[in-house]
């Protein structure tokens, strides 16, 4: 048949065929396919699997096909991305879906970065970092040694740590390198906190002293306690420095003149921690930017302005039970928004803006869990075995690290959490550094640090 012809031809099948019902359309092309040899049925064959398979994530609107990835969980979106070059294209220009898929995971996220490849690859980096803790293998240790008796206080700031010890000297640590970059002659040290300038230190001597790094002379002594003082804490812009002491007293300073501003009487047990620290919050009794003074013995944690108002009186008392039959452990947090602390109980949050009780996260599998570092994601907590990370969207643990005989302290100065920023939610570059520091029985520092990336 002419070419013309045929084609004359098949336009009018064509016509035919369209008007048939289904049923008798399949019934012609059974007839047709039965009239068939094996090189026409090699054609039907092949152009069948095209025609009834098809790319529809290549023929969608890019913004459809988008919407219907966000269905799906991120390891079948890995597995998508093996099928072709443009499925791996058009999955991985997704940036909603690995943005989302990082917070799931708890990782901060930079909206203002809109690099889709970015957010994928962020992603791959954090689901190792989680498997790392989930297989307990995040983390790595080392040892600081110098100190030739025992290492009571412990202070931790931008990649340096500060050792107080009995030997009557304070010593500045690089923790990357493990280099002591200062060490000075002071008295025996139970608390100490550092600037770029100055080492502040409250001793067993019930004094308070201020030294100065270059020269390791001490410049200010304060004395008045009658008891050790086992918590400093100071603040140049007011030119304050508060220490808690043994004496159940908490002393306000005059950090450059060195003369003491005021007693806080109140506790009935040694004050083992004082924090200074800005609010954030507004309410009735404070404002965000006052100063806001914590103070906390075995059993309360007392609140008190501070700034304008030295003679100031206390706002609140915190305690977990009335009859004083449940402990506090001697470690608080408090970021302007949120106090923390742990009992035997579990870990208690009080919003500062109210004083109320938010949440109690009990952890009955592990008693006596003590308080390390809390975060909006993460809290690092620590027993007498292990080093825990709690997931606080979930509260339950998701990681441990074993931890040798350490010393044990019941004011809690000898351990401190190291690096916070990753607490908040991790983000591929937060998760390095000193994690976790204590005092050995052999006077060395036990160090936990984050493991480089694979």
């Known amino acids: 048949m002419e070419r013309k012809d045929f084609e004359t031809w098949l336009d009018n099948i064509s016509v035919t065929f369209l008007s048939l019902t289904d049923l008798q359309k399949n019934e012609t092309l059974d007839h047709l396919i039965s009239l068939s040899g094996a090189v026409q049925l090699r054609h039907l064959s092949n152009n069948l699997e095209t025609l009834l398979k098809r790319d529809f994530l290549k023929l969608l609107p890019l913004e459809l096909s988008f919407y219907l990835l966000k269905w799906l969980d991120p390891q079948t979106l890995l597995t998508c991305c093996l099928v072709s070059k443009q ?3 058009v999955i991985s220009a997704c940036t909603e879906v690995w943005q989302t898929a990082c917070k799931n995971l708890g990782w901060q996220i930079d909206d203002s970065v809109q690099d889709a490849l970015h957010w994928k690859k962020v992603y791959l980096k954090a689901i190792l970092r989680m498997k790392q803790l989930e297989d307990h293998e995040a983390f790595e240790t080392s040892s600081l040694i110098g100190h030739s008796a025992r290492v009571y206080a412990l202070y931790y700031k931008d990649g340096l740590l500060c050792t107080g010890s009995d030997d009557l000297s304070a010593k500045l640590w690089d923790v990357s390198t493990g280099q002591c970059v200062y060490g000075i002659q002071t008295h025996t040290c139970a608390a100490v906190k550092f600037d770029e300038q100055k080492l502040v230190t409250g001793s067993f001597d019930n004094t308070v002293a201020c030294w100065e790094w270059s020269s390791g002379a001490r410049t200010q002594h304060f004395r008045g306690h ?3 003082v086992f918590s400093v804490d100071y603040n140049d812009e007011l030119d304050i420095l508060v220490s808690g002491s043994a004496d159940f007293t908490v002393k306000v300073w005059a950090l450059s003149a060195g003369t003491c ?3 806080l009487t109140g506790h009935t047990e040694w004050v083992t921690k004082v924090v200074l620290q800005k609010c954030k919050v507004k309410s009735l009794l404070h404002s965000p930017g006052d100063y806001i003074l914590l103070s906390a013995d075995k059993y309360e944690i007392k609140i008190w302005p501070i700034g ?6 206390c706002l609140k008392t915190l305690s977990v039970s009335e009859d004083r039959s449940i402990c506090l452990q001697p470690r608080l947090h408090f970021d302007g928004k949120y106090i923390v602390c742990s009992s035997a109980l579990g870990l208690y949050q ?3 803006a109210s004083y109320d009780i938010l949440r109690v996260i009990k952890t009955p599998e592990i008693a006596n869990l003590a308080l390390l570092g809390f975060g909006d994601v993460f809290a690092l907590l620590f027993d007498n075995r292990f080093l825990y990370i709690m997931d606080l969207r979930t509260e339950s643990l998701i990681s441990r690290w074993p931890l ?3 010393r044990k302290s019941k004011r809690g100065s000898s351990f401190l959490a190291g690096e916070a920023s990753w607490l908040n939610g991790l983000d591929g570059h937060n998760d390095t550094g000193l994690v976790f520091a204590t ?3 052999d006077h060395s520092i036990h160090l936990v640090l984050w493991k480089e990336h694979g």
């Open 261 to 263: 501003l005021n007693t």
């Open 350 to 352: 009080w919003d500062f």
């Open 87 to 89: 499925w791996n294209k």
């Open 404 to 406: 040798p005989e350490y």
């Open 226 to 228: 009658t008891g050790a």
């Open 308 to 313: 304008r108002e030295i003679n100031c009186k």
């Open 439 to 441: 005092s050995m029985p």
